[in-house]
């Protein structure tokens, strides 16, 4: 089983900008092959948001290309979602999602709004 820790959410105006990090948090024996980030926006299904493999390839949603950027930390058991320019369709509850020895594992979520 592996735990993730996630955090950065927030209320950010339109226009603004977030920081959201994802560490795995107890020590580890294999390399992660992928990190990556959904979303479910109110009242909506859970979308892709954008991953990173671990040899630092990334993919992202067409929604965010040019606002958001994934990265993974030199430690290989963080990765951060930088979110720019913060659009309306942007509120969601954020998950972490990582792969690790051919499982699937989720972060227990954290908010993003857009206050006015």
Request: glycine share 10%.
């Amino acid at each position: 089983q592996v735990q993730l820790i996630e955090s950065g959410g927030g209320s950010v105006q339109a226009g603004g900008s977030l920081n959201l990090s994802c560490e795995v948090a107890e020590r580890i024996f294999h390399p992660i092959s992928i990190m990556g980030w959904y979303r479910q926006p109110p009242g909506k299904e859970c979308e892709f948001i954008a991953n990173i493999i671990s040899a630092g390839s990334t993919n992202y949603a067409a929604s965010v290309t040019g606002r958001f950027t994934i990265s993974l930390l030199i430690n290989k058991r963080t990765t951060t979602l930088q979110i720019n320019s913060l659009k309306p369709e942007d509120p969601a509850v954020y998950y972490c999602n990582v792969r690790y020895t051919g499982d699937y594992y989720w972060g227990q979520g954290t908010q993003v709004t857009v206050s006015s």
